[in-house]
Every structure is written in C-alpha cells, then in structure tokens.
C-alpha cells in the first residue's frame, strides 16, 4: 500500500498547493520515499535471490557479477536487483517457450538450430579409436525390440476415438487410416481391435502377393477352407450370425502406381460391401500408396472415414525411447562424455538429463517424427569402448548423398514407386514407370551398389538406412507426400 499512500499524497498537494515549490519539495521528498521502499524491499528479497537453487544455475557475466558483490556493502542492493532482473527474464523466457513448444514448427526450429549448433562441434567423442560400433543383434540387448507387452506410448488418441464412432458402432462402415511407413499403425490397428466388443476381431496382414492370397487369408479366418472362392466367402458372410470386424494391414499392397491399379482394393472394398451384414472393415494404407489412391478413386471408392496418423511429438519420441532402454544389465547405455550444446529450455534439469533429452531432440528433429527411424538410428549410435566395456552413445551420421539430389527423373520415378509398392519385382517397376526392364534392372543395381535398397526374394524395398533421406528427397522434388 505505500506506492498507493504516496502517489494519494501527491495527487492531494497537486489539488491543494498547486504545481509549486511545495508540491516540488513534497515530490522529491516522495521520490526519495519510493527509492528507500525500493531498496528496503531488495534486501527483504535478496534470500530467496541468491539462494542455492538460483546461484548454482548458469549465468551470463553480468549476472554473475552480481553473485560475486552479493555481500559488498555498497554494492549489495545493486547487484541484488540485477540478480532479480535476472531471474524474472529468465522465467519469462521459460514461459513463452513452454507454451510455443506445444506447437510442432516451433519445436522443429528449436530442434533445427540445435542441431546447427552440434554440427559446429567437432570433438563429440567420435574420434576415440576405443570407441566401436556394436555389431548384429547385439543392439537389442541394450535398445529392445517392440514386443506385444512393451510399454504403450499414448499416441494417437483422437483418431482412435474418430474411427470409434464408426467401426466400434452397430453399423456397417469402411473406413481408412493412412500413414507413414513405421509410424505405428499396426500397434494403432490392435488398438482398436482390443476395444471391440459388439463383433469378432481379425487382423489380416496384406501378402505382398495381393488380392488372391489376402481373401485366402480372410477365409481361413472365418472358418472356410483357404481355397474359397469370392462367392463361397460371400456367402458365408451374408449367412453369418457373428458380425466380424476385419482390420487389413498393410493394404497398400493392394494397390499399385499405374493405370488399373486399384482393382485389387476396389474388389476387396466391392467384396465387403456385398455381404450386407453389419460388419466392419479397417484398411491401413501407407500414406505415398494412398495419395495415389485418393487420386485416381473418383467416386468409385467411397469410405465412411478417412484418418491420417499424425508424427509423433518429441515427447512421445522421448517417452518410447526412453521405455526401450534396458535398464535391467549390468552396463546400460550411457550418456557420459556425450558433448552436445546446452538449449534456450534445459535449465532445471542435470547434466545427465540434459544430454539424453538434447540427443533424442536431434533424433526426433532427423526421424520428423517417425519413431521406427528414431529407434534405428538410436540403436546406429551405440559404441562399446574397449577399455572399459561400457555401452556409450555417441551422435549418428546422418546419410548424405549429392547424387540422389541430382538424379534424373526416371530414376527418381522408379525410386517412387519402390516406395510406394513398398516391395516390387522389377517387371512391376517397369509397369509403374513405363520404362523398359533392362533400364529398371540397371537403376536398381545403381541403387544396390549406394545401399539405396535391399533385396528380399527377388524384390527391391527401400533399406531402412535411406528410408527418410530418399522420402525427403522425394519430397523436395515434389515427387511424394510425406
């Protein structure tokens, strides 16, 4: 109440006295009043200013200065208010960036200019001869595989609750969910089958082979024998007393980049369609396959929902990584002598602390949130030293290529199409892209040679390595929708 009480007394000899020396004498007199108010009110401050949990934190030199003439007894109440200055801003700044972190562009700049900063860096530990990489399935021992009873990351959550209302309900429905390649759609998939309780769960993953072998599935499911036809299967389903909700992983494989395409979704969609009954059918279709769906339907393919799966956020990426280290060995993974730049938001946090969330900002910021490349790349950056044995973690590096950024066109259209066929033979390449099979035959040994893709009976798939270069490189040029 005294600034209240003074600016009171002031306002009163303005009324009463005028603009003269009076009110001169009794403003400087006020002047001084508040000055004094001032520098009581530092010192009842100046405890909780430089208390432990304030000193000990980092500080730029003038705030340090300031903790250096705390106790000087001309300089205290200056360097008290400095300190709380101090203090203020820095608790402001924690503020704003807090409530802009919930927005991912922010949070990607912020994981951008930090990845700038460690790149200027270059003595992170990487040059330690003792320091080697871990070989084989030596990797998982210390960052798990997903298994069916690891920790689930709560993700997704508005989807499963859109997609609820419709294949969750009494109706029929045909819905789609969409995304990236790793994203975690299976996981969302068994998510959803666990919550039904109004029909018969069954989860079909898509055969690379197609339509024919998919249905054959389908029918081993329900009871039939697995060389049923469509009409058998079709009956069996009209007849049925069990309503089934049927989830299609990996329906992608259904579809192909070229003209006639579609006909292997569109048969299954006519298919499910037909047996009008109430059942329900959840298809996941990779996202670069359903661009070229959503294309090319018109309105022959109609769903009740579409769902997209959003990346997942740096603290969801944190969260599965975080549940993925083995805790339980004698050595796990450690983030010792890791040397990364201390970010605008890690104040209050150790060391330690600081370290582990600095690298799994730059593998979420790499991974654009995709936790299977943020996994990959996690497990790239283990090192065992030789002297001691310990398991340590050292920054990846990142795959570069000049030559894919300036590849012609074809070979970029046949680099496409592996992505968006997911696996394909080289006489499904030439059908996509319209290029001859000697062509497609001599890209893909360019591209085997540069690691760009793996084989698997006889059909090529983008390697896990390159997976989220060659999508950004795609990307850039316009060629596919991350």
Same mark, same amino acid.
């Given at each position: 109440n005294y600034p209240a009480r003074g600016g009171g007394l002031l306002?009163?000899?303005?009324?009463?006295?005028?603009?003269?020396?009076?009110?001169?004498?009794?403003?400087?007199?006020?002047?001084?009043?508040? !000055?004094?108010?001032?520098?009581?009110?530092? @010192?009842?401050? =100046?405890?909780? /200013?430089? #208390?432990?949990?304030?000193?000990?934190?980092?500080?730029?030199?003038?705030?340090?200065?300031?903790?250096?003439?705390?106790?000087?007894?001309?300089?205290?109440?200056?360097?008290?208010? !400095?300190?709380?200055?101090?203090?203020?801003? @820095?608790?402001? =700044?924690?503020? /704003?960036? #807090?409530?802009?972190?919930?927005?991912?562009?922010?949070?990607?700049a912020l994981a951008y200019l930090f990845r700038i900063e460690v790149a200027k860096q270059s003595d992170t530990g990487g040059q330690n001869t003792n320091l080697l990489p871990l070989s084989g399935d030596e990797v998982f021992q210390y960052v798990l595989p997903g298994r069916e009873d690891s920790e689930l990351i709560n993700y997704a959550s508005d989807e499963i609750k859109q997609l609820s209302r419709y294949v969750l309900t009494d109706s029929p429905a045909m819905c789609v969910v969409s995304g990236e390649r790793g994203i975690g759609t299976t996981t969302f998939l068994k998510q959803i089958l666990y919550r039904v309780n109004n029909a018969e769960p069954i989860y079909l993953n898509c055969p690379n082979s197609g339509y024919a072998e998919l249905v054959a599935n389908l029918a081993e499911q329900i009871g039939l024998s697995r060389e049923s036809s469509d009409i058998q299967v079709l009956a069996h389903l009209r007849k049925s007393e069990t309503c089934y909700l049927f989830a299609v992983d990996n329906a992608q494989r259904l579809v192909k980049p070229m003209v006639g395409g579609l006909s292997g979704l569109m048969k299954f969609a006519n298919l499910m369609r037909r047996s009008k009954k109430n059942h329900r059918v959840l298809l996941a279709i990779e996202k670069s396959s359903w661009r070229f769906v959503d294309r090319a339907r018109g309105e022959r393919l109609l769903f009740d929902l579409v769902a997209f799966m959003p990346r997942w956020s740096e603290s969801?990426?944190?969260?599965?990584?975080?549940?993925?280290?083995?805790?339980?060995?004698?050595?796990?993974?450690?983030?010792?002598?890791?040397?990364?730049?201390?970010?605008?938001?890690?104040?209050?946090?150790?060391?330690?602390?600081r370290v582990r969330q600095g690298f799994y900002r730059i593998l979420w910021h790499y991974a654009d949130g995709n936790p299977t490349v943020a996994l990959r790349f996690f497990r790239l950056s283990l090192r065992k030293d030789q002297t001691t044995g310990k398991i340590v973690v050292r920054l990846f590096q990142a795959p570069q290529s000049e030559e894919l950024e300036k590849m012609p066109k074809p070979m970029l259209a046949i680099l496409r199409s592996i992505v968006q066929l997911e696996i394909s033979t080289p006489e499904e390449l030439s059908e996509c892209t319209q290029l001859t099979i000697p062509e497609v035959i001599g890209t893909l040994r360019y591209f085997e040679s540069r690691n760009y893709i793996e084989w698997s009976d006889d059909?090529?798939?983008?390697?896990?390595?390159?997976?989220?270069?060659?999508?950004?490189?795609?990307?850039?040029?316009?060629?596919?929708?991350?």
């Open positions: 306002q009163i000899t303005k009324t009463t006295v005028g603009e003269g020396t009076i009110y001169h004498w009794v403003s400087s007199l006020m002047f001084l009043w508040f !000055i004094l108010i001032t520098i009581v009110v530092l @010192r009842k401050w =100046k405890p909780y /200013v430089f #208390s432990d949990n304030n000193v000990n934190l980092d500080h730029p030199i003038w705030a340090q200065w300031a903790i250096n003439h705390k106790d000087s007894f001309t300089l205290s109440t200056i360097a008290t208010a !400095i300190m709380t200055f101090w203090i203020f801003t @820095r608790h402001l =700044k924690q503020f /704003v960036i #807090s409530n802009l972190s919930q927005y991912a562009f922010f949070s990607q969801q990426i944190t969260n599965l990584l975080d549940s993925r280290l083995n805790q339980e060995l004698e050595n796990p993974v450690s983030f010792d002598d890791l040397n990364l730049p201390k970010q605008w938001d890690q104040d209050d946090i150790s060391e330690e602390e059909k090529a798939k983008i390697s896990d390595h390159w997976y989220r270069y060659i999508t950004n490189a795609l990307h850039r040029q316009h060629l596919l929708v991350k």
